[in-house]
């Protein structure tokens, strides 16, 4: 199994009721490192920019318009297989689909307050992760 970097968002829903800390030990308890991680408050133009390959469905104005109503908490997190790991451990996109211990089950509200972002593929985690953050940023 290969070591991979993945991206991850904790989402304005989640900031707003203090869960942070709580999403968050998913993922360390879940076998993943949080290698860099901080709380911005994206503009709108950083949420379009992000989002772009949505930009042509339907949901992509009030998808940014949600992703710019609060700070949200960006991070990367490290360890085997990670971008497949982070996935299991969020849950299916809608929180009444996902598993039982998953953060999407305990924490979402709906399909787009959700409560977190992951990277679907290490491709994409490569320039999700540099969107955010320079190499130095990166403890390894």
Same mark, same amino acid.
């Given at each position: 199994?290969?070591?991979?970097?993945?991206?991850?968002?904790? +989402? @304005?829903?989640?900031?707003?009721?203090?869960?942070?800390? +709580?999403?968050?030990?998913?993922?360390?308890?879940?076998?993943?490192?949080?290698?860099?991680? +901080?709380?911005?408050?994206?503009?709108?133009?950083? #949420?379009?920019?992000?989002?772009? =390959?949505? +930009?042509? /469905?339907?949901?992509?104005?009030?998808?940014?318009?949600?992703?710019?109503?609060? @700070?949200?908490?960006?991070? =990367?997190?490290?360890?085997?297989?990670?971008?497949?790991?982070? /996935?299991?451990?969020?849950?299916?996109?809608? @929180?009444?689909? #996902?598993?039982?211990?998953?953060? /999407?089950? #305990?924490?979402?509200?709906?399909?787009? #307050?959700?409560? =977190?972002?992951?990277?679907?593929? @290490?491709?994409?985690?490569?320039?999700?992760?540099?969107?955010?953050?320079?190499?130095?940023?990166?403890?390894?």
């Amino acid at each position: 199994m290969a070591v991979e970097r993945t991206l991850s968002i904790i +989402k @304005p829903d989640a900031t707003e009721r203090n869960i942070t800390g +709580k999403i968050n030990n998913f993922f360390e308890e879940g076998g993943l490192r949080i290698a860099a991680q +901080k709380r911005i408050h994206l503009t709108m133009g950083q #949420a379009q920019q992000f989002y772009s =390959v949505h +930009k042509e /469905r339907p949901f992509f104005g009030e998808l940014c318009d949600y992703m710019v109503s609060g @700070p949200v908490v960006v991070q =990367v997190l490290e360890g085997e297989n990670a971008v497949v790991r982070n /996935r299991e451990i969020m849950g299916a996109t809608n @929180p009444a689909q #996902a598993e039982e211990g998953t953060v /999407r089950k #305990a924490h979402g509200v709906d399909v787009q #307050a959700n409560s =977190v972002h992951g990277s679907d593929s @290490p491709e994409n985690a490569a320039i999700e992760i540099a969107f955010f953050f320079s190499g130095t940023e990166i403890v390894g």
